[in-house]
């Protein structure tokens, strides 16, 4: 799996957020970089306005102060990837809907 993203302070966060899901929730890379992110700072669980409000409720059951990020558009973090099989050495690309990028070459003018 190769990543990044820009962001600044939370581009850790947001190349977490995708390790994550592709190892550890086993989702396709693309659908890894779409989905919504969060990030902690300052005492808060800070999350993108994507996410969906049961989730924000149990956050909030479970003591955790939480406050959805409207800068940015609500959104943080622009990452790209490639994602390369160890069986098959298969190369996936994929780019964040949140920028400008382009994964696949055939869509590049």
Excluded: W
């Amino acid at each position: 799996l190769v990543l990044g993203s820009s962001g600044g302070a939370r581009t850790i966060s947001t190349l977490a957020n995708i390790i994550i899901a592709v190892t550890v929730f086993e989702m396709p890379l693309q659908q890894a970089i779409d989905a919504p992110r969060f990030f902690y700072e300052d005492g808060k669980v800070q999350m993108e306005t994507r996410i969906e409000s049961v989730t924000i409720e149990y956050l909030k059951q479970l003591g955790h102060e939480v406050h959805l990020r409207t800068d940015y558009n609500g959104y943080f973090g622009i990452a790209q990837g490639i994602k390369i099989d160890s069986r098959t050495g298969e190369l996936t690309g994929a780019a964040d809907p949140r920028g400008e990028g382009i994964a696949d070459r055939n869509q590049i003018n």
